[in-house]
């Protein structure tokens, strides 16, 4: 079991940066794969980011112009998510999941970023 919080969501203009960080209960360098999804309002929440057990790292096609990077402290038992040049587009909560190497699967509670226009 893995409890994850996230944090570093809130307000910004247009053009504008935030680095999301989740914190894991316990140590994250047994976890197979951990990322960053988003869920807009009335959309299915997608992949932004994924980061694996040795740190490689993931994006779909979706994220455009690699606007966005995750890196991960093992040290900390932490991933983050920088993103730069935000768009309202990218309004959404950002959810932090971790998955097992047994495959189960956690998530956070989530944390709101708004891009204002």
């Known amino acids: 079991q893995v409890h994850l919080v996230e944090s570093g969501g809130g307000l910004v203009q247009t053009g504008g940066s935030l680095k999301l960080s989740c914190a894991a209960s316990?140590?994250?360098?047994?976890?197979?794969?951990m990322g960053w999804y988003r869920q807009a309002p009335g959309k299915q929440r997608e992949l932004v980011a994924s980061?694996?057990?040795?740190?490689?790292?993931?994006y779909p096609d979706s994220v455009k112009g690699r606007r966005f990077t995750i890196s991960r402290d093992n040290a900390k038992n932490t991933i983050f998510l920088q993103m730069n040049n935000l768009n309202p587009e990218d309004t959404a909560v950002y959810y932090c999941?971790?998955?097992?190497?047994?495959?189960?699967?956690?998530w956070g509670q989530g944390t709101q970023v708004t891009v204002s226009s």
């Open positions: 316990r140590s994250i360098l047994n976890l197979s794969t």
């Open positions: 999941n971790a998955r097992s190497q047994g495959a189960d699967t956690y």
């Open positions: 980061i694996t057990r040795y740190g490689v790292p993931g």
